[in-house]
Nanobody
Framework: VQLQASGGGLVQAGTSLRLSCTAS????????LGWFRQAPGKEREFVAA???????RYADSVKGRFTISRDNAKNTVYLQMNSLIPEDTAVYYC????????????????????WGQGTQVTVSS
């Protein structure tokens, strides 16, 4: 499975941005799709994930502001990011897991089998 993320950019605080991640090659093996992010000097952290059956999980820091959705016809997962704050600045990575992850494991990087290349999101104050 190959993942291609796009949609990043430079935006002002309080505005919105939508990231996309398109999967190709064996997409039937991508039952859970997730987003992670990594800021300079920090570890990669979980943002949101969605599995078959529309089960989702969000990091507390983005709950209520970010929404993950999936268009199966387009093999694409989206991350709608609203009310952006400077702390959201990071490289955002999409990831896919072959299995339907339980919510307790969605936040772990080791749960995912495939990773995209990342897209930069910069939020200015």
């Amino acid at each position: 499975v190959q993942l291609q993320a796009s949609g990043g950019g430079l935006v002002q605080a309080g505005t919105s941005l939508r990231l996309s991640c398109t999967a190709s090659g064996g997409t039937n093996s991508a039952n859970t799709l997730g987003w992670f992010r990594q800021a300079p000097g920090k570890e990669r952290e979980f943002v949101a994930a969605r599995r078959t059956g529309s089960i989702t999980r969000y990091a507390d820091s983005v709950k209520g502001r970010f929404t993950i959705s999936r268009d199966n016809a387009k093999n694409t997962v989206y991350l709608q990011m609203n009310s952006l704050i400077p702390e959201d600045t990071a490289v955002y990575y999409c990831a896919a897991a072959r299995g339907n992850l339980i919510t307790g494991t969605m936040a772990r990087t080791l749960s995912y089998d495939y990773w995209g290349q990342g897209t930069q999101v910069t939020v200015s104050s």
